[in-house]
């Protein structure tokens, strides 16, 4: 009996293990990770995978149609450690191919944190590039060169970047070869 009762405690604890990791992470399920970038690419489809509607289900945010585009998450900079917007971020490198795409950031919980109501999110038709046309951007709650987006101090957030009629998972291809770089400048 007493087998029976560890088995089964054992199961119970491995599958809603399972459950919590592939909603949260997922990315042996159904989400596609490049560095700290996450995205669910089928979200949109009009027969996602279980996994897919199960991550919906349990954020409750609007999706994007597969048509219409993908965002990809970083809830961490490149070294691993948790964004934090007391921090300067150096967001920098290409952007996968899409025709217009927008670079917000945003709390746990998905309200935009930007400080300034004129500019919510760094987009592609306004922002400078490097020589080699390259995003380089930067997130900071104190005055950064070149591209800035001006966040509220706070504690942790995350970055959102969306591409819109992206080539991203279009005709077949399901791989993203490089994302932007996030680098931690510097904390006070």
Known sequence: MFRLLV?????????FGASYYALTDGRLFAAVRVGP??????VGQPLPDPYTRAYLAR???????????IQFVALTDDAGQPLNANCHYRVSGRVPGASFWTLAA?????ANIAA????????????????????VASISPELAPQNWLEIEPGGPFQLQLTLYDAVVFSGGNTT???????ERVGCP
């Open 7 to 15: 088995g089964l405690a054992v199961a119970i604890a491995v599958g």
């Open 37 to 42: 970038w996450a995205a669910w690419p089928q």
């Open 59 to 69: 954020s409750g945010h609007l999706q994007l149609g597969y048509a219409e585009g």
């Open 106 to 110: 945003t709390d746990l919980a998905g």
């Open 116 to 135: 300034s109501p004129e500019l919510t999110a760094l987009h592609s038709e306004r922002v400078a590039r490097s020589g080699d046309g390259a995003l």
């Open 176 to 182: 993203v070869d490089a994302m932007p770089s996030i």
